[in-house]
């Protein structure tokens, strides 16, 4: 056992070599920008639980009563529901708090890895990345993965 | 064998090699359906296994059709209500016709999007059976759906959908019952506009009826958008040829913007690399230097 | 509806009527007969595998690739979930484990490109990421589909004396190989290609031709064309893992041949596969941000 766990150990060291962006099926970082982590509150207004990625729209309330527009982009509904998600988890209307990763081309939009939902649980919004900066840096002399 | 059955065996054979178009069964034809013992797995389950695929032109319209583009005239395959019609509520008729009208865009299949079910099952390409005990698949080919059937005592997963639904199944005799649900809203039942919403709740009966031929018969209830549950029924073949398979369905985003199936057997099918070309043309594009000569 | 020509089938239809419907409710065999792994009785004995009836190895059941999946199951998860997610998933509130990168480890990088195939992949990565074909829901292709949606989503094998058939979760991506003997078609090309399977002692053997140049490896542009030729071999070395390799060539590629090394797991008894539709909802190609190079299309 102690043997099985250092091999899973040392496959997930070898792992976070490298690029380390989560699985998604496209790149996510190209798209999002593991430097800057964002949390937004706010009232849903949209939600799709499709593939490959599912979406919320949401509402944010600024100081002045104005309100600003946020995507958000998770991952598909098979992972979602593996995580607790159902179609009706949230509905528009509904307060919800999403943490995640800001869209590298300034837009409100953001890859959501955490949420909490109207019922208070916290439930994964997509796989979970470490950013790159936070990952060890590749090893000397050993190719980097692209 | 007495010779009326035999006869009418014949003559049901000669009719359904040069007519594509669903016959009524005969008489004859419902006793040895009816006492036709399938192979069998090791665990006595019945061998659903090959190659299927129905004859009818139910996919155009379950509630039948007369005879259009050369093709024959199609009898209902739905054998309750008696009247072959789908018992829609009245608003739900009206979202029907409304579908119709628009079929020619709306229609979720002539964009590619997978056909559900039943509409799967009557589709006129062929799908295979993959069974082994404990384990059973049907695999279609257009977009490379299929259903998974798990055992009936796992419970249906509840609060998604699903293009395909959530497929449940047991054995009754040697029938194979199908349940499904979580089919959510987005598929029709035919290229005509009847259609469900996300309450469908379909179970599907599959019973050898010789060795080349299935019955599928389908009780479809949906309280949203139906009256009262009704049945549909006909006959699946076999597809005895040797090498028969499923071919791989995908489809390509046309210039038009809708997505269309794209054979394997197409030369179309294949890009051919030529890579000076491509990198020629990034460099046109200023996005790599040019190439030195 | 058809009605009975006489009495007499009438009442051999209702006796059948009775016989069918009343008591044999037999329900699914509880999965893949495998379930219960034979332990091994001495440690040191490599495990015992599975078997069909016919004596070849069982390679029935749902798998996934290993690598990243460890990630997923130490991240924080609710009992909400079903139970397939409750395979180590609970506890902790940590940050999971970044999954992975393009590849595992087993994947020979760089793969060894002639000069002009370097560069176009070089190109593709950084002005064409929008021409993944993974990015509009196409099939991920051979030996993708296995390696990379397989750490999320799990593939379930079903084997038969004819067949053997891999249905993927990712994009409901299916193949049914024959292990016939039967040869490769002509003038056909596909995504997955064209898969014949024959067994060499307790390793299935799966040669794969007839591609249609469209799949690519990664998301980083990492490609094949064409001229992909893959061999797989999936071997059991115990009854919960498999060792799966792919032997790649492509002559207008590659300059030579390269093998990738995965290890499957078995999924644990109660996950299932949760269907993965993809094109019916697919509208990320027009998310796609100005940083990836996607000129051609709108974003948000």
Redesign the interface.
Same mark, same amino acid.
């Given at each position: 056992m102690n043997r099985k766990r250092f091999a899973?150990f040392a496959?997930?060291l070898?792992?976070?070599?490298?690029?380390?962006? &989560?699985? &998604?099926?496209?790149?996510f970082s190209?798209?999002f920008d593991f430097d800057k982590p964002v949390t937004i509150h706010g009232s849903v207004t949209k939600w799709?639980?499709?593939?490959?990625?599912s979406y919320i729209s949401i509402d944010v309330k600024n100081d002045d009563e104005s309100l600003t527009h946020w995507?958000v982009?998770m991952g598909?509904?098979?992972?979602l529901?593996?995580?607790?998600w159902?179609?009706?988890?949230i509905k528009p209307g509904d307060d919800l708090t999403i943490s995640g990763f800001r869209?590298?081309?300034g837009?409100n939009?953001i890859f959501g890895q955490q949420a909490r939902l109207p019922d208070g649980?916290?439930?994964?919004g997509g796989?979970?990345?470490?950013p790159p900066s936070a990952?060890n840096p590749p090893t000397p002399g050993k190719?980097a993965?692209? | 064998m007495n010779r009326p059955g035999f006869l009418f065996s014949a003559i049901a054979a000669a009719l359904l090699l040069s007519c594509p178009v669903l016959r009524a069964a005969e008489p004859g034809d419902q006793n040895q359906a009816a006492n036709f013992v399938p192979p069998k797995l090791s665990d006595g389950t019945p061998d659903l296994r090959g190659i299927w695929q129905a004859r009818t032109s139910a996919y155009l319209n379950v509630e039948g059709h007369p005879a259009l583009d050369g093709g024959a005239a199609a009898k209902s395959i739905i054998v309750d209500p008696a009247d072959g019609k789908i018992p829609y509520l009245p608003a739900a008729l009206a979202q029907r016709d409304a579908n119709r009208k628009d079929r020619k865009d709306a229609d979720p299949a002539s964009n590619c999007f997978q056909a559900g079910v039943p509409r799967a099952v009557y589709l006129p390409t062929p799908f295979q059976i993959v069974q082994s005990v404990g384990n059973l698949a049907i695999v279609y080919t257009d977009d490379h759906a299929f259903q998974l059937v798990l055992p009936s005592t796992l419970p249906h997963?509840?609060?998604?959908?699903f293009f395909m639904g959530d497929s449940r199944g047991h054995w009754e005799g040697n029938t194979l019952i199908v349940d499904v649900t979580d089919l959510g809203d987005q598929t029709w039942l035919d290229a005509s506009g009847n259609y469900h919403s996300d309450q469908l709740h379909v179970v599907g009966r599959y019973t050898l009826t010789g060795p080349n031929t299935m019955n599928y018969e389908a009780t479809l209830e949906d309280p949203g958008v139906y009256s009262r549950p009704w049945t549909i029924r006909f006959t699946l073949y076999r597809d005895k040829q040797p090498g028969a398979r499923i071919i791989e369905d995908e489809c390509l985003e046309g210039a038009d913007g809708r997505w269309q199936h794209l054979s394997p057997f197409d030369p179309k099918a294949v890009v051919h690399h030529d890579y000076p070309a491509e990198m020629a043309a990034a460099a046109a594009k200023g996005q790599i230097e040019p190439k030195k000569p | 509806m058809t009605r009975p020509a006489s009495i007499a089938t009438a009442l051999a239809q209702a006796a059948l009527l009775v016989l069918i419907v009343s008591p044999v409710r037999a329900a699914f065999a509880q999965g893949s007969p495998q379930q219960d792994s034979p332990a091994a009785a001495d440690k040191n004995q490599p495990a015992a595998i599975p078997r069909l009836a016919d004596g070849r190895p069982d390679l029935q059941g749902l798998w996934h690739n290993?690598?990243?999946y460890?990630?997923?199951r130490n991240?924080?998860?609710?009992s909400?979930?079903?139970g397939?997610?409750a395979q180590g998933?609970g506890g902790g509130s940590k940050?999971?484990?970044?999954?992975?990168?393009?590849?595992?480890?087993g994947v020979p990088?760089?793969f060894p490109y002639l000069p002009i195939a370097q560069q176009v992949k070089d190109y593709r990565?950084v002005y064409d990421?929008y021409h993944?074909p =993974?990015?509009h829901?196409h099939l991920p292709g051979v030996p993708r589909e296995t390696e990379?949606?397989t750490?999320?989503?799990p593939v379930k094998i079903i084997q038969d004396a004819k067949y053997i058939t891999l249905l993927y979760?990712y994009?409901h991506d299916v193949r049914i190989i024959p292990e016939d003997g039967s040869p490769h078609p002509k003038n056909y090309w596909a995504w997955n290609g064209d898969s014949r399977a024959h067994w060499e002692g307790d390793t299935l053997v799966v040669d794969v031709t007839n591609f249609n140049g469209r799949t690519w490896l990664d998301?980083?542009a990492?490609f094949v064309d064409e001229n992909e030729h893959v061999v797989e071999r999936y071997t059991l070395t115990d009854a919960d893992t498999i060792a799966y390799s792919a032997t790649v060539e492509d002559t207008t590629v590659f300059t030579k041949p390269w093998t990738m090394h995965l290890t499957l797991k078995r999924n644990a008894a109660k996950d299932e596969i949760?269907? #993965?539709?993809?094109h =019916?909802?697919?509208r990320?190609s027009q998310? #796609?941000?100005?940083?990836?190079g996607n000129t051609g299309n709108k974003? =948000?």
């Amino acid at each position: 056992m102690n043997r099985k766990r250092f091999a899973i150990f040392a496959a997930l060291l070898l792992s976070l070599l490298g690029a380390g962006s &989560a699985f &998604a099926h496209h790149s996510f970082s190209a798209e999002f920008d593991f430097d800057k982590p964002v949390t937004i509150h706010g009232s849903v207004t949209k939600w799709e639980m499709i593939n490959p990625h599912s979406y919320i729209s949401i509402d944010v309330k600024n100081d002045d009563e104005s309100l600003t527009h946020w995507s958000v982009q998770m991952g598909a509904p098979s992972f979602l529901y593996r995580n607790g998600w159902r179609k009706d988890s949230i509905k528009p209307g509904d307060d919800l708090t999403i943490s995640g990763f800001r869209a590298k081309d300034g837009t409100n939009t953001i890859f959501g890895q955490q949420a909490r939902l109207p019922d208070g649980r916290q439930v994964l919004g997509g796989p979970a990345v470490t950013p790159p900066s936070a990952q060890n840096p590749p090893t000397p002399g050993k190719p980097a993965n692209q | 064998m007495n010779r009326p059955g035999f006869l009418f065996s014949a003559i049901a054979a000669a009719l359904l090699l040069s007519c594509p178009v669903l016959r009524a069964a005969e008489p004859g034809d419902q006793n040895q359906a009816a006492n036709f013992v399938p192979p069998k797995l090791s665990d006595g389950t019945p061998d659903l296994r090959g190659i299927w695929q129905a004859r009818t032109s139910a996919y155009l319209n379950v509630e039948g059709h007369p005879a259009l583009d050369g093709g024959a005239a199609a009898k209902s395959i739905i054998v309750d209500p008696a009247d072959g019609k789908i018992p829609y509520l009245p608003a739900a008729l009206a979202q029907r016709d409304a579908n119709r009208k628009d079929r020619k865009d709306a229609d979720p299949a002539s964009n590619c999007f997978q056909a559900g079910v039943p509409r799967a099952v009557y589709l006129p390409t062929p799908f295979q059976i993959v069974q082994s005990v404990g384990n059973l698949a049907i695999v279609y080919t257009d977009d490379h759906a299929f259903q998974l059937v798990l055992p009936s005592t796992l419970p249906h997963d509840d609060g998604i959908d699903f293009f395909m639904g959530d497929s449940r199944g047991h054995w009754e005799g040697n029938t194979l019952i199908v349940d499904v649900t979580d089919l959510g809203d987005q598929t029709w039942l035919d290229a005509s506009g009847n259609y469900h919403s996300d309450q469908l709740h379909v179970v599907g009966r599959y019973t050898l009826t010789g060795p080349n031929t299935m019955n599928y018969e389908a009780t479809l209830e949906d309280p949203g958008v139906y009256s009262r549950p009704w049945t549909i029924r006909f006959t699946l073949y076999r597809d005895k040829q040797p090498g028969a398979r499923i071919i791989e369905d995908e489809c390509l985003e046309g210039a038009d913007g809708r997505w269309q199936h794209l054979s394997p057997f197409d030369p179309k099918a294949v890009v051919h690399h030529d890579y000076p070309a491509e990198m020629a043309a990034a460099a046109a594009k200023g996005q790599i230097e040019p190439k030195k000569p | 509806m058809t009605r009975p020509a006489s009495i007499a089938t009438a009442l051999a239809q209702a006796a059948l009527l009775v016989l069918i419907v009343s008591p044999v409710r037999a329900a699914f065999a509880q999965g893949s007969p495998q379930q219960d792994s034979p332990a091994a009785a001495d440690k040191n004995q490599p495990a015992a595998i599975p078997r069909l009836a016919d004596g070849r190895p069982d390679l029935q059941g749902l798998w996934h690739n290993e690598i990243g999946y460890p990630g997923f199951r130490n991240t924080n998860q609710l009992s909400g979930g079903r139970g397939n997610a409750a395979q180590g998933f609970g506890g902790g509130s940590k940050p999971a484990v970044a999954v992975g990168q393009f590849h595992s480890p087993g994947v020979p990088l760089p793969f060894p490109y002639l000069p002009i195939a370097q560069q176009v992949k070089d190109y593709r990565d950084v002005y064409d990421p929008y021409h993944d074909p =993974e990015a509009h829901c196409h099939l991920p292709g051979v030996p993708r589909e296995t390696e990379q949606p397989t750490a999320l989503f799990p593939v379930k094998i079903i084997q038969d004396a004819k067949y053997i058939t891999l249905l993927y979760e990712y994009v409901h991506d299916v193949r049914i190989i024959p292990e016939d003997g039967s040869p490769h078609p002509k003038n056909y090309w596909a995504w997955n290609g064209d898969s014949r399977a024959h067994w060499e002692g307790d390793t299935l053997v799966v040669d794969v031709t007839n591609f249609n140049g469209r799949t690519w490896l990664d998301m980083e542009a990492n490609f094949v064309d064409e001229n992909e030729h893959v061999v797989e071999r999936y071997t059991l070395t115990d009854a919960d893992t498999i060792a799966y390799s792919a032997t790649v060539e492509d002559t207008t590629v590659f300059t030579k041949p390269w093998t990738m090394h995965l290890t499957l797991k078995r999924n644990a008894a109660k996950d299932e596969i949760v269907p #993965y539709d993809c094109h =019916e909802g697919e509208r990320d190609s027009q998310h #796609y941000t100005r940083s990836e190079g996607n000129t051609g299309n709108k974003h =948000e």
